[in-house]
C-alpha cells in the first residue's frame, strides 16, 4: 500500500538466459508444416546478432514454399515446446525416405526431445530440406565464409562461433540401407478369437511398422569414408574447435542372422588414419549403435548424448567425461554389442559403444580413432605412450575447442589492443587460466603448476603468447597460441 500512495510501480523482467557452456548445432529433417510466425522473437534477435540477418531476410520470405521454408537457416531453441509449436507435423508426417529398419519417420523430433531431455540448453537447430538428400547434411563447393549465403549443411557452423558440438541425425538415417533386413520375427501359432474390451493391448510390440512390404525407389547411401572425410574436413579447416558426433552404419551379417556394425564403414576409418589427413579424424566421435523403443523403430542416440555433454559441461565442466552417466532415452541400444566386440571396438579403431547397464543406455566410453591432440604434440613419443587412452579421449578434443573459444572470445576483447606492452592481454589469461584451475580443470596445488604464459617474439606487428596448460586428465600438457595478427586475436592449438 505504501507503494501504491507513493505512485510507484513495479516492472518486473524475466531474466536474461546464462550463457550456455555447450551449445550444439543439429541439423535434420522436419516434414510437414513450418509456423514461421511462431518464432519466438528472442529467437529471431538472437539470429540477427549472430549476423544471420541476411539470411533471415533471404529465407523468411512469405511467398517461399512450404517444404523449403526455414530450410539451411539455423534457429536457437530452448525447449523441445518450441520445435513441437514452430514444427508440429514433424513427428507424425512420414519422412520421403523409409527403409525396413529405420522405419518411415524422420530421426530429428526424437533427437531434439533427447537433447534436452538429457540437459541440454540451446540448440541451433538447421532443417534440411529432405529434396536434398545426403548432400543437403554435407558443405557444398568451395566454401565461402565470407558469404553466409552459400553456406550449406555442416558449413553452417561458420555463422555460429558459439557452437562446439554437431550432430546430424537424419544424415544417420540415410545411411542406412532400405532394403536392410532385421531380425525376423519368430512365428507363433494364432490365438483364438475372443472378446476384448476397448482400449486392451493387442500386442506386446506397438513400434511403428511399415504399411506394406513395398519400399519408394532411394538411391543408395554415401560410402561412409567420403561421408566422413567431408564432415572432418569442413571442421579442420574453418571450424577447430568443434567436434561431430556420427553413428556408423550397419550391414546384416548372415552368420549371427542380424544387424551388426558395417565393415565397410570400419575399413573406412582404417583407410581415414592411414592417410596424409588422419590425423583430422580426431574431429568426429564416431558411436554405435543406435537406441530401439516401443515407440519407435530405430532412432539416433547423438541428440542424447549431446545433451548429456552440454549438460554435463554446464553442472561438472567441458572437461570431464561423460562415459557410464546413463542416459535419458526412450529404448535400448540396437543391435546389442557383446562385450568382445565392445573391447575390439574400442581399441581399434576407437569408437565408443552404447549399452545396457541395469536397464539403462550407457556410453562405454568416449573414445576417438585418433589421439585428440595434434600430430606435432606427440611426435617422438615411444609408442606404449603414444597408444594411451588419454590421448584418445573425446573429452580431451572438447576441452582443447573450450579453451580456443575462450581465447577467440578474449581476443574480441583486445581487438584494439595492438601495444605490445599492454599488460591487459596477459592479465586477462592468467585471470582465465586461474579460474579453470580453481574448477578442477587444471592440475596441480598451485596455479603456478597448472599453466605458464610466455610472451614469444614474433614477426613485426604480431603479438603472441605461448601457454602450457596441464589438464587433470591423464595427458602431460596441451600447448596453444594465442596470437595477434593485422589487429585480429586468434587462437590456435600450437605445434612443432
Given amino acids: 500500500m505504501q507503494l501504491l500512495q507513493q505512485r510507484i510501480r513495479l516492472a518486473p523482467r524475466v531474466p536474461a538466459r546464462p550463457r550456455p557452456a555447450l551449445p550444439v548445432l543439429m541439423l535434420g529433417h522436419a516434414p510437414g508444416r513450418v509456423r514461421v510466425d511462431r518464432i519466438p522473437p528472442e529467437?529471431?534477435?538472437?539470429?540477427?546478432?549472430?549476423?544471420?540477418?541476411?539470411?533471415?531476410?533471404?529465407?523468411?520470405?512469405?511467398?517461399?514454399?512450404?517444404?523449403?521454408?526455414?530450410?539451411?537457416?539455423?534457429?536457437?531453441?530452448?525447449?523441445?515446446?518450441?520445435?513441437?509449436?514452430?514444427?508440429?507435423?514433424?513427428?507424425?508426417?512420414?519422412?520421403?525416405?523409409?527403409?525396413?529398419?529405420?522405419?518411415?519417420?524422420?530421426?530429428?523430433?526424437?533427437?531434439?526431445?533427447?537433447?534436452?531431455?538429457?540437459?541440454?540448453?540451446?540448440?541451433?537447430?538447421?532443417?534440411?530440406?529432405?529434396?536434398?538428400?545426403?548432400?543437403?547434411?554435407?558443405?557444398?563447393?568451395?566454401?565461402?565464409?565470407?558469404?553466409?549465403?552459400?553456406?550449406?549443411?555442416?558449413?553452417?557452423?561458420?555463422?555460429?562461433?558459439?557452437?562446439?558440438?554437431?550432430?546430424?541425425?537424419?544424415?544417420?538415417?540415410?545411411?542406412?540401407?532400405?532394403?536392410?533386413?532385421?531380425?525376423?520375427?519368430?512365428?507363433?501359432?494364432?490365438?483364438?478369437?475372443?472378446?476384448?474390451?476397448?482400449?486392451?493391448?493387442?500386442?506386446?510390440?506397438?513400434?511403428?511398422?511399415?504399411?506394406?512390404?513395398?519400399?519408394?525407389?532411394?538411391?543408395?547411401?554415401?560410402?561412409?569414408?567420403?561421408?566422413?572425410?567431408?564432415?572432418?574436413?569442413?571442421?579442420?579447416?574453418?571450424?577447430?574447435?568443434?567436434?561431430?558426433?556420427?553413428?556408423?552404419?550397419?550391414?546384416?551379417?548372415s552368420r549371427s542372422a542380424a544387424p551388426v556394425i558395417d565393415p565397410a564403414a570400419l575399413a573406412a576409418v582404417e583407410d581415414i588414419r592411414a592417410g596424409a589427413d588422419g590425423a583430422e579424424l580426431r574431429r568426429l566421435q564416431l558411436l554405435f549403435p543406435y537406441l530401439r523403443g516401443r515407440e519407435h523403430r530405430l532412432v539416433s542416440a547423438v541428440g542424447a548424448l549431446a545433451g548429456l555433454q552440454a549438460g554435463s559441461a554446464r553442472r561438472r565442466g567441458i572437461w570431464r567425461s561423460v562415459a557410464g552417466v546413463p542416459l535419458q532415452a526412450d529404448g535400448l541400444p540396437y543391435p546389442p554389442v557383446n562385450l568382445r566386440t565392445r573391447l575390439e571396438l574400442r581399441e581399434a579403431p576407437g569408437i565408443g559403444v552404447l549399452h545396457s547397464r541395469e536397464g539403462r543406455v550407457v556410453l562405454d566410453d568416449e573414445r576417438l580413432a585418433v589421439p585428440a591432440l595434434h600430430p606435432g604434440h606427440y611426435a617422438g613419443r615411444p609408442a606404449e605412450l603414444i597408444g594411451f587412452d588419454g590421448y584418445r579421449s573425446a573429452e580431451v578434443s572438447r576441452f582443447i575447442g573450450f579453451l580456443q573459444r575462450q581465447l577467440r572470445a578474449l581476443g574480441e576483447v583486445l581487438v584494439f589492443n595492438l601495444d605490445h606492452r599492454d599488460p591487459r592481454p596477459r592479465l586477462l589469461l592468467e585471470d582465465l587460466l586461474r579460474r579453470l584451475h580453481g574448477q578442477g580443470a587444471l592440475r596441480g596445488r598451485r596455479p603456478e603448476d597448472a599453466f605458464s604464459i610466455r610472451q614469444i617474439d614474433t614477426q613485426e606487428g604480431t603479438i603472441g603468447y605461448e601457454i602450457e596448460v596441464a589438464p587433470a586428465f591423464p595427458i602431460d600438457a596441451i600447448r596453444l597460441a594465442f596470437v595477434n595478427r593485422a589487429g585480429e586475436w586468434r587462437a590456435e592449438a600450437a605445434h612443432e
Fill in 43 to 253: 529467437a529471431l534477435a538472437q539470429m540477427r546478432d549472430a549476423g544471420l540477418g541476411a539470411l533471415l531476410a533471404e529465407r523468411l520470405r512469405p511467398e517461399a514454399p512450404a517444404d523449403a521454408a526455414l530450410c539451411q537457416l539455423p534457429l536457437p531453441l530452448h525447449s523441445v515446446g518450441e520445435f513441437d509449436d514452430i514444427f508440429p507435423d514433424a513427428r507424425a508426417t512420414a519422412a520421403a525416405y523409409r527403409s525396413r529398419l529405420a522405419g518411415g519417420r524422420a530421426w530429428l523430433p526424437q533427437a531434439v526431445s533427447d537433447f534436452f531431455a538429457n540437459g541440454g540448453e540451446r540448440l541451433w537447430l538447421v532443417r534440411v530440406a529432405e529434396a536434398d538428400g545426403q548432400q543437403g547434411f554435407l558443405p557444398s563447393s568451395p566454401i565461402r565464409p565470407q558469404d553466409l549465403t552459400t553456406l550449406r549443411g555442416l558449413a553452417l557452423a561458420l555463422a555460429l562461433p558459439e557452437v562446439g558440438l554437431a550432430v546430424l541425425p537424419d544424415l544417420e538415417r540415410l545411411q542406412i540401407p532400405a532394403e536392410l533386413p532385421d531380425i525376423p520375427d519368430v512365428s507363433v501359432a494364432a490365438p483364438e478369437p475372443r472378446f476384448l474390451p476397448c482400449g486392451s493391448a493387442v500386442g506386446a510390440d506397438q513400434r511403428e511398422r511399415d504399411d506394406g512390404d513395398e519400399l519408394p525407389e532411394v538411391p543408395p547411401p554415401l560410402p561412409t569414408g567420403d561421408v566422413l572425410r567431408l564432415l572432418q574436413s569442413v571442421l579442420a579447416r574453418f571450424r577447430p574447435d568443434m567436434q561431430c558426433l556420427f553413428t556408423l552404419p550397419p550391414a546384416y551379417s
